[in-house]
């Protein structure tokens, strides 16, 4: 059997009693960061055979898991923090006892990503999570137009090193949008930040610790359209011509060539 166990995002007091039994019950214990697994089997006074899998694990590591699942072992995994499956390698391991017609359970608990949410004010009813925010231009430009057409509040991780970044880039994209910015969540010192990309980046003083950026809704008839326009002009002056930029651009954004073009205001569209 393979089970996924979310474990707590900082505070250790979070961690369910079922938690506790599953860990104690595993045959073998697989952990994104075996150094933070290792304080919480301290904190439930437990000794487990512990191995680590993460994202640089090779296909002898999923080789092992394999072999033991197909034993009848119970298999336990937990990332660092929070839910297994959630901007991890684990649904590999979903995918892998799948194929093995392996029973999968998980034990719910902790979320950064919903914890932040909740927090942030935004609208609840919809909402996307998409991972870390792109570190390139071009990528962060075909965010934008994502933003705009998903029309829904998006959770985003991000790191300390790059958080002024990304939030100078959201109040030059899309000054007035709302977001929420959740750090050390559940921590001592957790701190919630809300307004505009501006104002949270202004407020923001310590830039250190576990953080998640809670974007509100785009604005379609804005963002779209400008980001569109800059994209178009950057591909020419790097050297595309008009109807290369075009294609590449449809293609990136889903859009049909001639709706492209309309949007454009370029001859090719009619």
């Known amino acids: 059997m393979l089970i ?17 039994s599953v860990l104690a019950d595993a045959d073998l214990l697989f952990a994104e960061d075996t150094r933070q697994t290792r304080k919480l089997l301290q904190h439930f006074d437990l ?9 640089f694990s090779d296909e002898r590591a999923l080789e092992g898991i394999r072999r033991l699942l ?4 119970k298999v336990v995994y937990v990332s660092d923090a929070g839910m297994p499956a959630v901007s991890d ?7 892998l006892a799948l194929a093995e ?36 231009d071009e990528k962060r430009r075909r965010l934008a137009a994502r933003l705009a057409t998903l029309q829904m509040t998006a959770v985003f991780f991000e790191a300390p090193t790059r958080i002024h970044y990304s939030l100078a880039w959201l109040a030059e994209t899309a000054p007035e949008v709302q977001v929420a910015l959740c750090r050390e969540l559940t921590k001592l010192h957790q701190q919630v930040l809300r307004g505009t990309p501006s104002e949270v980046d202004a407020a923001l003083t310590v830039a250190k610790g576990e953080m998640v950026l809670v974007v509100g809704p785009f604005a379609e008839d804005t963002v779209q359209e400008r980001s569109l326009e800059e994209q178009y ?16 651009l449809a ?20």
């Open 47 to 55: 000794e487990r055979p512990l191995r680590a899998f993460h994202e």
């Open 101 to 136: 017609s392996v029973d999968i359970d998980v034990i719910p608990g902790p979320s950064a990503v919903l914890n932040a949410l909740v927090l942030s004010g935004l609208p609840s009813h919809e909402f996307c999570f998409l991972g870390f925010l792109p570190s390139t």
């Open 251 to 270: 293609k990136a954004h889903r859009i049909q060539k001639r709706e492209l073009y309309r949007r454009l205001q370029l001859d090719g569209g009619r």
């Open 89 to 95: 390698p684990g649904y590999e391991l979903v995918r």
């Open 4 to 20: 996924l166990a979310a474990t707590p995002i900082g505070n250790l007091q979070d961690a369910s009693p079922r938690l506790g």
């Open 70 to 73: 197909a034993d009848g072992k």
């Open 233 to 248: 002009q950057q591909l020419l002056e790097g050297g595309k011509s008009p109807s290369q930029a075009v294609r590449e």
